[in-house]
């Protein structure tokens, strides 16, 4: 079960990331996290990114070290990061490697309601996504290896999970596609006749009728 953080945005995990390099202002963080992609790897929403900084700093993961002005601009703070604020930063990512949480993609929320669609239009909307999928993969893969030429494959691995998650998803679409294609795919075919005749089988009307009186 993952632990409540005295900061639980994944902003601060990138932000505490980027101050082991050394001190840093918060002009420097940003331009340091988005040269390193991490805007890619997850979710930052930057409006939020000096709430962030402020809240490290109020629980002691980070503190300032000095401040310092260039002509008119503002003056900026220079932070560094505390003992506890490397610990936070080591627990996080201990627990984010070792236990898995759920995750819910778009593309799962589409296919729990993917029963709305005709089987028909089903197949070719599926076929569309595999091949961007596919695209994106081939691409992908060209990227990694141009990569690998001048970047240690360590800084690379969310890369290499990126592109195994997506080569699973082919994978499963192909063998999704061959059994709808095939016919072999179970329930087919009431699938189908709930669409072409537009009335709904005993079968699912009773299912549907025991999943509401379970709740």
Do not use: C
């Given at each position: 079960?993952?632990?409540?953080?005295?900061?639980?945005?994944?902003?601060?995990?990138?932000?505490?990331?980027?101050l082991?390099?050394?001190?840093?202002?918060?002009?420097?963080?940003?331009?340091?996290l988005?040269?390193?992609?991490?805007?890619?790897?997850?979710?930052?929403?930057?409006?939020?990114?000096?709430?962030?900084?402020?809240?490290?700093?109020?629980?002691?993961?980070?503190t300032?070290?000095?401040s310092?002005?260039?002509?008119?601009?503002?003056?900026?703070?220079?932070?560094?990061?505390?003992?506890?604020?490397?610990?936070?930063l080591?627990?996080?990512?201990?627990?984010?490697?070792?236990?898995?949480?759920?995750?819910?993609?778009?593309?799962?929320?589409?296919?729990?309601?993917?029963?709305?669609?005709?089987?028909?239009?089903?197949?070719?909307?599926?076929?569309?996504?595999?091949?961007?999928?596919?695209?994106?993969?081939?691409?992908?893969?060209?990227?990694l290896e141009?990569?690998?030429?001048t970047?240690?494959?360590?800084?690379?691995?969310e890369?290499?999970y990126?592109?195994?998650?997506?080569e699973?998803?082919a994978?499963?679409?192909?063998?999704?596609?061959?059994?709808?294609?095939?016919?072999?795919?179970?329930g087919?075919d009431v699938?189908?006749?709930?669409?072409?005749t537009?009335?709904m089988?005993?079968?699912?009307?009773e299912?549907?009728e025991?999943?509401?009186?379970a709740?």
């Amino acid at each position: 079960m993952a632990k409540r953080r005295k900061v639980g945005n994944l902003l601060a995990l990138a932000v505490l990331a980027a101050l082991m390099q050394g001190p840093m202002h918060p002009y420097e963080i940003a331009t340091a996290l988005r040269g390193w992609g991490k805007d890619q790897d997850m979710e930052i929403k930057w409006g939020s990114f000096y709430t962030v900084i402020g809240n490290l700093d109020k629980h002691g993961l980070i503190t300032a070290v000095e401040s310092t002005r260039e002509g008119r601009r503002p003056e900026r703070t220079v932070y560094r990061i505390t003992e506890s604020g490397r610990a936070e930063l080591l627990d996080w990512t201990r627990e984010l490697i070792s236990t898995p949480m759920p995750e819910r993609p778009r593309f799962r929320a589409g296919l729990s309601v993917l029963p709305v669609l005709h089987p028909d239009e089903a197949v070719e909307l599926l076929r569309q996504r595999l091949r961007l999928l596919e695209d994106g993969i081939a691409t992908a893969r060209e990227e990694l290896e141009r990569h690998l030429r001048t970047i240690p494959r360590l800084f690379l691995v969310e890369t290499e999970y990126d592109l195994a998650l997506q080569e699973a998803e082919a994978a499963w679409l192909r063998t999704l596609l061959a059994e709808l294609t095939s016919g072999v795919y179970p329930g087919l075919d009431v699938w189908r006749a709930v669409h072409e005749t537009g009335e709904m089988p005993p079968e699912l009307t009773e299912l549907a009728e025991k999943s509401r009186s379970a709740e």
